[in-house]
C-alpha cells in the first residue's frame, strides 16, 4: 500500500506533462510597425507537432471582422476574391524557409494592409493539443524619411591634390509618428562595389571599417553632425584610395514589442565625385657618371622637382652602395636632412643647401672603398590639422656611378735562391725582393705570399699550392701543405728588411723539389684606417731541384805487420772513400770469420768491436775476459781507422774485414743511414808444429738405473812434442743432448776453467751434477741421483791452453769429444715395493674397521623384542539372542 501511495504523485505528475505538450505556432509579437511603400516580411513556425516534418500553413486577414483567407501552402484554391489578383502579380509571396516555417512577403505595404494577420497550421497531430494557430498586429506608419546631398552644386564633382583636405555633407531627417531613430553610413565606390567609410549608428555610436579604423583613430576621417539633421564626413589628407564616388546610406529603426531594434527602412543618395591626384616628384643627381682621384673631393648635387603647391617640406637622405640596385637593401646612409632641417653629417661629408630645391653632398678625402654608386632619395611632407606632418610622396634617384682612382702604384718583384740544395736534407732558402718601387705613400705597405708548384713528368698542369702569405697587418696564415713543418720549425717564413721577404726550409726533402713563387701585394690605408689591396705582382718562378746520384763507398784494408807469430799485435787499417754523400760520417764494425768458433753466427762471421758515426767504441760478441783491453778500434783521419788486437792467440786465426756505413745528416739533427760497404779480407794464418790435442768420453756404466751414480771420464790426450803439465792448462765443459739422435740443442750441465772455477748450469729436476780434476788430463762427471730426464747423448768440449816460451798462454782450437749415451733404466722392485706394502696395509686396515661396524650394528641397531599378541576367547552369541 506504502508503494503505491508513494508513486501517484509521479504519475499524477506525468499526466500534467503530457497535457502540458502539444504543437506551438509562432509569430511575431505585436505590433509590427512597417513603413509604407516598404517590403514587410512577417515570418510564422511551428514546433512540438507530430506528423510529418513539412508542415502546411494558411494565412488569414482581419481589420476588425471575419478573417480573410489571403494565401496557402497547400490550397491554391485557398486565396480569396480581393487577394488573388495581388497573389497572382506576386505583390504578397508565401515563401518557405524551412519544413516547419514560412515568411509572409508584402511588396509596397500600404495602409489598408494594416491589421490582424493570423498564421494557421492544419493538424497533423494524433491527438489535438497546443495551439494550431497565432495572430500579429501590423501597424502602417507613412514615410517621413528625408535624405538629402550638398545643396551646392560645386561639390558634385571635386578635384584634389594628393594631401589635401576635404568635406562632404549629408541631411537626413523624419517626420514618423512613431518613435525612430536614424543611422547614418558613409560609403565609397572605386570600384565595383561600395565601401563602408563610417557609421553613426541608430545607437549613437561611430563604427569605422577595417580600412579606415587607422585613419579614424588618428583624426584624418571623421564623422561629425552639423546641426539636427546634417552629417559631416571630413578627410584631412587626400591619399589616392580616396577617390571614387562618396554617398550617403540612411536606414530608420524602431524598437519592436520585444525591445529589439528592428530597421523599418532604408534611403541613400550619391554626395559627390572625388579624383585625387598624386603629386608629382622628380629626383635628379645633376651630375653623371663621374671619376675622382683618390685624396681628393666628391661633390655631387641633388635636384628636387614637385608640382605641389602650397605649404610642403622636402626631406632628403644620401646613400651610397657597391650595386646599382636601387631598392637600396645593403645601401649605406651617407648623410639626410629631415622635413624639420634637421641635418646628420660627419666630419668628413657635409650637406649644404643651394636653394629650397637643391641639396649638395661633399665628400672630403675619398678613398677607393668610396668607389660605387650614390643615390639621393627625397621625400615631400605636407601639414596635418593636429599641427603635425605627412608624408606624401618619396622618391629615389637614378645612381651615379663614382669611380675614385688611384696614382698608379709601380713595383717589380723578384725572387732568387741565396741557398741551393745540392743534396737531399740541405737547407733552401729563397729571396722575394721588392725593386724600383715608384708613386708611394706612408700609407702604403707590402706583404708576400708564397706558393709552391709540383714538378710532373706528364704534360698535366700542377695547381698551385699555398705556403703561407700575410694578411694586410703581417699576420701571417700557414697552407696546409706547410702547416705542420712550420710549427715544428722545419720551414721558416721571416722578413728581413721591408722590402725583402725570406722562405728557409731547414732540411729539403725529395718532396720540396718543384717551383717556387712569391706575390707581393700593395696595401693602403684608408682614412676610416682600413687597408685595402691596391695591387698584386707575382715573381718568376725558381725551381729547386738537385740531381739524385747513387751513393758509392770504396773500404781498403791494409795489414800493417805482414808477418808476425802468436802472442804479438795484430794491427790493420782500413781508408775509407765515398762520392755523392753530403758531409759523410762513418761507422766501422771489425768481423772474423774463423771456423769451429762457439761466437760465430750462422753466416760464420763474428762481431768483435765497431765505431759508429759518433766516434763511440763498442764490444759486440768478444767475450774472451781475459783479453778485454785486447782489441782497440781507432779514428785516425775523418776517412782511416785502425784496428789493433794484443797477444793475439791461435784460435784468432781467421778473415778480418772493416764493413763500414756512411751516415748523412738528417733532419733535426739526426743521422741518416745512406750506403754500407766492406773491406777486403786480412787473413791471421799461424804456422806451428805444436802440439796436437785429442779428447775421448769413457763410462764404466753407460747404462743405470735411477738414482744411481752416473760416472763420466774427459780424457785428453797429446801427439807430438811433450809439454810439461804446468804449461798446459784446459777449458772444459760438459753437454748433454737429450734425445737419441743428434737432433736437439745441447744443454750445458757443467764447465771447469783453466783456472780450476766450476761452473754449474741451472737443472729443473733433483738429480745434480759435479765436475772434477782428478788427473792433469783426466775430468770427471758425476751425476747423482739419475732422473729420466738425464739420459741422452753426453760429450765434452775442451779448450786447450799452451803456455810459450815467452811465457804467453796461447789459446788453442777448441776440440770436442765423440758422444757416449747414458741410458736411465727404471728399477721395476724397487719402484713396487712401496706401493705394494702401502696397498696391503690400507686393505688391511680397511677390513678390520669394516667387521667392527658390522658387529656393533648387530649389538645395538638391528636387536628387537617379540612380544605375544594376547588372544581373547569368547564364545559366539546365538542369532536368535542377538
Known sequence: MGHCAGSAPLLLLLLLLALCKGRIVRVPKSPLIRVEGTETVI????????????????????????????VSTWDLS???QQYQKRVDDKEIVLRRSSNNAVELLIRNIQPVDQGEYKCITPSTDATVQGNYDATVQVKVIADGLTVRGSKARSSISRKLSEGDSFELYCSASTTSSEHTHLQVTWELKNGTAWQEILSLTHEGKFWSSPEYEERYL??????????????????????????????????????????????????????????????????LITTSNMSVTERDSLDLTCNITTDRNGIFQAEVTWYFSQSPDTTLLDAKVLLSVDHDSLVSDSSLISLSYMDSKSYRMLVRDVGVDESGYYFCRAAVWAPQNNRGWHKVVEKTSSPV???????????????????????????????????????????????????????????DVATDQLLAMMDADWTLMVGNRSRQRTQNGEIIFFKQAMDIFSLRIQSTSEADKGDYYCVVSAWRRHHNNSWVKSK???????????????????VEAVKLKPFFVAGHTFEMTCKVSSQNIKTPRYSVLITAEKS????????????????????????????DQARVDGVVLEKVQENEFRYRMYQTQISDAGLYRCVVTAWSPGGGGMWREAVNGFSNPIQIDFHTSGPVFNVSVHSDYPTIYQGELADLLCIVTIEGAALEPDDLAFDVSWFAVHSFALDRPPVLL???DRQGIVSQARRNWSSDVSLERISPMEFRLRVHGSEDQDFGNHYCSVTPWVRSATGVWQREPEIKSKPIFISVKMDVLNALKYPLLIGIGLATIIGLLSCLIGYCSSQWCCKKEVQETRRERRRLMSMEMD
Open 218 to 283: 588618428s583624426g584624418e576621417v571623421r564623422l561629425d553632425t552639423v546641426g539636427n539633421d546634417t552629417y559631416r564626413l571630413s578627410v584631412s589628407q587626400a591619399l589616392p584610395m580616396d577617390g571614387g564616388n562618396y554617398r550617403c546610406l540612411v536606414s530608420e529603426w524602431v524598437k519592436g514589442a520585444d525591445s529589439s531594434w528592428q530597421k523599418i527602412q532604408e534611403k541613400n543618395v550619391e554626395v559627390a565625385s572625388v579624383v585625387v591626384q598624386q603629386t608629382a616628384l622628380d629626383v
Open 78 to 80: 485557398f486565396t480569396s
Open 596 to 623: 769451429l768458433t762457439g761466437q760465430s753466427n750462422l753466416n760464420g762471421t763474428t762481431r768483435i768491436i765497431s765505431l759508429n758515426q759518433d766516434s763511440v767504441v763498442r764490444l759486440e760478441d768478444w767475450t
Open 536 to 554: 698584386d705582382v707575382t715573381s718568376i718562378p725558381v725551381r729547386v731541384f738537385w740531381k739524385n746520384q747513387d751513393y758509392t763507398l770504396t
Open 43 to 70: 515570418p510564422c513556425n511551428v514546433t512540438d507537432y507530430d506528423g510529418p516534418s513539412e508542415q502546411n500553413f494558411d494565412w488569414e486577414f482581419s481589420q476588425g471582422t471575419d478573417f480573410v483567407r489571403i
Open 750 to 752: 757443467a764447465s771447469l
Open 401 to 459: 656611378n663614382v669611380v675614385v682612382t688611384t696614382l698608379e702604384l709601380d713595383y717589380q718583384v723578384f725572387l732568387s735562391a741565396s741557398k741551393m740544395p745540392t743534396f737531399s736534407d740541405d737547407p733552401t732558402e729563397l729571396e722575394c725582393r721588392i725593386t724600383n718601387v715608384q708613386n708611394t705613400e706612408a700609407n702604403t705597405r707590402f706583404t708576400v705570399s708564397w706558393y709552391y708548384r709540383m714538378l710532373l713528368l706528364s704534360d
